[in-house]
């Protein structure tokens, strides 16, 4: 049994180099279908969305990138952006194309029957990757919300081979330093067949395209039961997993908190994260954040995201790795699963707060945040225009 | 086997007294969270639904009902409202009343920790049971949105004894001759727990009400893989089946069209009708649709959605019911499932349509709705003010 | 944040009066229906299963019962069980009764459409009632697996009705202080219907029976998604939570380790127990494991599922109680939700390694198995004979 | 509307040269891991379970193949099996190897951490390929049944590259006629992982192995909710769909009779099957069953399965394609949906036996299946000896 105290700093050391991404969304407001309820202080521009998201990292030492959703985020002057971003700490990360509110969009974009329809849907990324030029960004990240919602409304196979030249297009335009990120999903917004439903699926693509087209895992995205860090492994293996979405689900694409949901799953993905090293920076995977604060405070939502996830991650690297292989060997099932749990049950969180107080942040930065008058003034201050949100 | 032209007219006799309630707000725009589409001709208020609804039993006369839901379908004169039903040949059935559009209702409604709260969400209900009054309604449907994201962030015991509490308040407030139809959701709109998750849950609190609480049954509101028909033979075995909420699902609350997504489950929950005598109008049980049309033009859906439900209760009465107790009561496995496939593959389509035809009906209501140029009528009309929606 | 050496003995204090009953049938063989491996050392009878589960409690201080299955465990004189078990220092605890390995129940027992069948399945149970009295056990655990492959096979409301008039004369048999524990289970081993699929329905026939009659909740027994706490909240509410058969699943009811697939729902569950005090010995449940040891040493496997228990619940004793009610009143989500974290997150091991000691206990009951010797003791003394199993 | 008597002849050309093959262990006991019925007449050995095969065959006219499994039907003689077949209008398919049944897999076989074991698992594979040589099959399928049971009881990547290399040894030893198949599966008989849990990881293993390497689609294998057609199609898109194993699910992998559970997800599979000319023998993929048949009669069991398979093949021909077209690239949703629906609801069983009647084969299987004796015969004839099973 290890316990907190003994928690040696080197073995947290693997922390040095993480960092984490929070999307510029997660500072909006968001709902169900049913309703988005508001919050006095959500900001209602990128430039105040960057605010809070430094708030995020100047309390917490762990979030130094915020992606942008295009055109959410749409700024006419993105150095002046960029600029602000970096006045307070951070800088812009991954930008995501939005695929699914124009009213073009309605039966598909890049899938669309319609080839008006998807050189729009090309020319929007075309466009992202003027934005990612001029922010600095190196991820064009895609979610294809393209679907059908009944049997026989469109042709599956017809939908696959659109989608593989459009994807094209939008590959062959992409710099040298540019990434394509694609993400999958079960299900949502269209509730027959999506167009991208499996990570299988996104991979196929990718592979079609080129080395730089990578999958996106988001931890939402999945069956009942999907084993999640199996295809971590799986991706990893194949050299194709680009970044994560984090959030939580108990059912569907919840988003809710990452860690919030099931926390010995997390763990168990940042386990096999760490046995590939996919933790260290040269790994090239992005950990990303994509949730809703529906009903949650947002700018404490998000720092208490990427807590759990550091969380996470200093027990997946507390895992006595030689006493595993051993139990391994020896095909001492218990045993090995016994050195996993060791590390799952080990309270991290004075240790941890140890290795922010050295690096000169708050022990506590939920308390720091609570105790810092933030959310009052913010809600002070943003008074009146327009509440930011999925639109 | 049984082939089509076969089925004798008085096989159907059990359609007779059969109808089906169709719901205003299915003939307005809905969407899922992240995007609404809209579509010309769609209504702009309650008489413009009503007369959508009208079109419907029209063509398929199958629908003389239309469930209102308060506030979508408030208006000054619930007198002229009845009498523009009546003159369309419909009338007004279920009022639904709405818990989950105002903002004091964030963390929950009936069940909120806050007795101001739970008030208002009771003094909502006795607006509803005016407009019952005032529309000649007996049927008062409460779906319960309320529910939890995380766990921890309420009790869920004080949560029911807050609603047993807020509920019995309505009961006591309804006419003799209302119902109160209770509904229950799996998940949406919270994802970790919801206050009325399962038939089971609802019908306690039937069960403490009264004899006139009753349980609304929704297609969609359930887990994964849960055997429906199960439930209504058991809710109608307690005498508490008081409605059902027609739509179709693959994989979470997709309100699809009924019967798009596993027309043989239909089937099997209208099997499990006719033999408890349930599809007959003495038994009371309340046939409702409750649908979205995201993409697909809505009266046509709504007319594609009450022929499904026909289609489907007219192959269950022509189960071969001796066989079948013969087969059963012999252990024959696979001859009792033989009589069953043998009504579902059946061809009943030129029987309805002969059975449509006798009564003065177009024998292909789909086909003479879109010769009947409504759809560009209304689209043409319909011109200016806010298309009808969730609000 | 709690930290392990904060935890002061007195929090752990609602442990004190709190047991396990473990199943005889855990320290047998058993598998898949692709096959059951065997293990040195397994059980021969009924005497060498209790020495097995002496030796957890010995090691544990958790576990002073043992189930008994009919006819799995039938001996002679079940005296001399009784004593073998008092000299080793447990007890036998409930009575198991078996539907599911007669060639007559192929098509149900208790529901079967033939009444020689249900008699004889109910005589069954008549003489599970001997070996209560004969044991001094007091529970009659009845899971019923009946249930239909195929649409169609049978009525299921016939099969209810039959199945009433079964419990009915089963429930009739007990003595006054017997009482009846009715299982319920989603799917398996049947895959159309299953007679008592969920809590709705065991609720039922217990309210009909009488007061007696209570549900014993299978932790693997639910729908994918199902909220488990919940139901446990909901059956303490209404009177009805008997027991627990504790296991854990990722898919199906995969009957692993208790605690070992999802430790943070083992948690949310005893929470609510917690909450409604119903982890005290007057509560009157029981909770027992119901597990399989497929490929794990089946002691030890016994000692971990009672371990990870205990550390739930000590968990659950720690949460903030004063806090949690002070955020839930305040709407503060986040702030209630983490009050809970802290809680899961804190290492109790220590202290419950402390508490061991301070009972004469082995401070790690799985170190000092392993170091007792006891698994190659049993392998060379139990050579001979068959191996104990699902027969 | 399509009624049945207008189904020409001609439209159901595609028929023409459809096979089903069906699997030798679908003759014997089978059941759950909580019981195997027995039945009277359940074959004794291989030549048993060919004739009962055969049997299906000269009633249907569908199934010319049978599937056999090794070692369950290891016989002395191959050219004496092979015969026999011949002799009964049969031949031999494809031969499955069993990774599940010893007890050195009990952690594993092709993906065991030993050596030893993996070399044990590789050469049973040599053996199979033998078994091909003196039985003229050209498909091995491999189904891995291989898994853990807990978290961190090995490596999950480990494990792969084990598979790796162990498929790589089997590949490498077929004869250029045979193809290698590789199964995926969900879950069971593990729990926690499973090694080839998923289409993209049986896809992945077979683009390393070459282009004779195809991947089989067991139509139980999946998540909940799982859209199964779209693997369907994108297999076939990637030119590696090398067969099915056909039959029902609600839960798990139910393994009921294909078309019981959901008949229109199998015309939906068979819509795609056809719109990729899969149909036809010249797309190499094989049409088996993989079933069990565990309380109802197994011959009859097989008819019905051939004849649900033959009925979904048979509506999915019917589908207007021109229709279909028109109305997708219309963007009409219920159209294109309506015209797949008219397809599904047509009856086409009268046609069905009108082509049976015109090839001399009874209109009716199930019928003359029942009327020939057949049951009883074998019931008085196979008495003694041991009924096989899967052991």
Partial sequence: MTSPQETPPEALAGLDGFTIEVPSWAYGNSGTRFKVFTTPGTPRDPFEKIADAARVHALTGLAPRVSLHVPWDRVDDYERLREHAADLGVRIGGINSNLFQDDDYKLGSLTHADARVRAKAVAHHLDCIDVMRATGSTDLKLWLPDGTNYAGQDSLRGRQDRLADSLRRIYEALDPEHRLLVEYKFFEPYFYSMD???????????QALGERAQVVLDTGHHAPGTNIEFIVMQLLRAGRLGAFDFNSRYYADDDLIVGSADPFQLFRIMVEIVSQDAHLPRSGVNFMLDQCHNIEDKVAGQIRSVLNVEQALAKALLVDTAALDEARLAGDVLGAHDVLMDAFHTDVRGALADRREARGLPRD?????????YAAKIAAERVGGTQAGWS
Wanted: with cysteine; aromatic share 10%.
């Fill in 196 to 206: 991208i439903p499996d990570w299988g699926t996104a991979l196929l693509h990718c």
């Fill in 365 to 373: 930065p939920m308390a720091a945040y609570r105790a810092s008058g």
